[in-house]
Every structure is written in C-alpha cells, then in structure tokens.
C-alpha cells in the first residue's frame, strides 16, 4: 500500500514527533511543528501517535492512493479535495484504490497534516521518521517530497475512530504565553515591559528552525552575547538587533544570545500556524501555570 506524489508542493516533508535524545550529539529534535494537529489526526485513524504524517507548508500536494486507506487531513485548511469532491479539514474519509486527492494554497493556518491509517512506512532513523533538511537526515532521503515519490503506508495498528475533531486555526491577534528566562536578566526592565505589551509581525523569513518577529527593538543591558547552551522548544532568543525568534521544531541544539523568555510547549501549534503578517503578542505566565497548562495539553492529547 502506497501514496504516489503527482506533485509535491514548494515544502512537504514526512514528519512524527521528532527525534529525542540525540540534541547532546548536535542533531535538532525535527518533527512536527503542529504537534496537537499530527496527533489529534493520528487519534482519529486509530494510529499511535507518533505515527509519521506529511507537513505541508502555505501549499500542498495532489497525490494517489494505489489501495484503500482511511485519511485525514489536519490543521490548516489548504482547500483539499477527494477526486474533486471538497474535503472538510480534521475529518476523517475512506478512499479507495486509485482515489486522488488535491490540496491547494492555504485558506487558514500555515501548515496542513495528511496522515493516513498506519502511517508512512519510511526507515526509523535514531528512533523517528521525522525530516531534518539541514541534516538530510529522515523522511525520504532526508529531503522534500518531489513528483513521482512513492510513499510506502504502514499497517494498521487500530481501528479508525471515524467523525472529526475540533481544531481552529488561529485569527486576529494571537496571544502565546511564555514565561520569563533564562536570561531576561540581560534586559532592563522596559524591555522587559515591551517584550509582553507590544505586537509583533511574524516575518517572511521564518521557518521550521525560527520564527523570526519585527517590532520595537529590546534594549539589553550589555549586549545579548553568552557562553552558548542549550535550546529548549520555544526558547526567544534576542541577537544584537534586538528582534525576538522563537525556536521551533528545527532548531539548533545551542545558541549563544541571550534568551528573554521560553513559550510554552502547549503553545508552539499556534504560532507554528501562524503565518507572515500575522500578528503575535507574548502574555506573561507563572511557572505554577505554565505547569498547569502543560499538564492539560497532555490530556487532550491523549483522548478525542
């Protein structure tokens, strides 16, 4: 059973929930960058979890099943349609063999899932399928899917659930919640102030490593330079312009500027939706919360 690729889209790659445990030997954690839509879908197909789905990036990709397959297509609506017929977004549908289905640019979000019943079947490298393109390392050949690519799909490992599952994408201001540090001590208090007051414009130029936001510049005491460490997911590091990136799923494992404050892991699937021009502004958090919060989003996403 298999996926054939009629035509790819600029950026499709496979993708699960990310290679864990390799960072300290200088490989980025990948996986999806809208983990809540790969794994809802998964739970809607009777996968685990962690099965492997394609990313779609602002365009997707017309493909053919060459056997029946239960499919979803999750998180931003990219206008997909199922041998001409419109497709609802994080619902689950039935094709059957030689059935094609066609996504175009994206209405919503920035980012579309198909994930299909038992996954892609493409090699398990250091314990994920997950694409890393700086690396060439995963997915298919560590790349991007390109026209005539043969996607092999697992075997079922349940059964599919069947209905759909709510999941709006985010409009108008998005607020994402971070608390303060590592090092917000490098920046004076009205940096501080404006980090969590103003409205940030998401930039053209972000990516699957950052995104990269413009607004008022923050002020530091000294300079943002520091003896590089480790990078968690949704660190903001401040480099000399004084213009926040947020680290995202393809980060780097170390960073030598300054971090003002961490996003919460619960919150990644919003900005990873967020497209350039989009606005974002940071709200404030406590630690207690933040943990809070984090152990929720772990129940929703275990259950539909």
Known sequence: ???QILQPGPLTTIQDLGRRGYMKDGFPQSGAMDDFSLVRAN???GNDKNAAALEMTMMGIH?????????VAAGGDFGGSWNGVPLSPNTLYEAKAGDEVTFGAAKTGCRCYLA???????PVVMGSRSTTLKCRLG??????LQKGDILPIGAATGAPKGGSFANPMPEGEILIRAVLGPQDDFFTEEALHLFFSQTYTVTAESDRMGMRLTGQPLQSKNGTDIVSDGIAPGAVQVPSSGLPIVLMADRQTTGGYA?????LTCDLHLLAQARPADQIRFVRIGEKEAREAAKLYR??????
Request: charge should be positive; glycine fraction near 10%; aromatic fraction near 8%.
């Open 1 to 3: 059973m298999a996926l």
């Open 139 to 144: 997915g298919l050949d560590g790349r991007k």
């Open 63 to 71: 493909a053919r099943f060459d056997a029946p397959c239960a499919f």
């Open 259 to 263: 971090k003002i404050a961490t996003v």
């Open 43 to 45: 739970l809607l197909l």
């Open 299 to 304: 129940m929703t996403l275990t259950t539909l």
């Open 116 to 122: 299909v019943q038992g996954g892609f079947d493409v």
